[in-house]
Nanobody, 121 residues
Framework: VQLQASGGGLVQAGGSLRLSCAAS????????MGWFRQVSGNEREFVAG????????FYADSVKGRFTISRDNAKNTVYLQMDSLKPEDTAVYYC???????????????WGQGTLVTVSS
């Protein structure tokens, strides 16, 4: 499985960015993909997830109302639309495939490479 993330960059606070994650190599069976982020020195944290077949979405409280996850099944691609960005959203963002929940936390079986998002104040 390969996950190719793109779309990161530098944006001012209040601005928007859209991340993309293209999946290839196999068909996901658990039908959940998502986004995570990591600030240097901190643990990687869950941001948003989506059911591949149902389109059901779920978000971390810190991004609810500002970020929107979506998918294009035909393109095997998941997107993360990030609006009203804040400096604290600055992180390396990773897409993950085959999300599974362990206790209260989501973990993917597959990771894509990261894409850096920097939000200036």
């Amino acid at each position: 499985v390969q996950l190719q993330a793109s779309g990161g960059g530098l944006v001012q606070a209040g601005g928007s960015l859209r991340l993309s994650c293209a999946a290839s190599g196999r068909t996901f069976t658990t039908y959940r993909m998502g986004w995570f982020r990591q600030v240097s020195g901190n643990e990687r944290e869950f941001v948003a997830g989506i059911g591949w077949r149902t389109g059901d979405t779920f978000y971390a409280d810190s991004v609810k109302g500002r970020f929107t996850i979506s998918r294009d099944n035909a393109k095997n691609t998941v997107y993360l639309q990030m609006d009203s960005l804040k400096p604290e959203d600055t992180a390396v963002y990773y897409c993950g495939g085959e999300l599974k929940k362990y206790g209260s936390r989501w973990y993917p079986d597959y990771w894509g490479q990261g894409t850096l998002v920097t939000v200036s104040s």
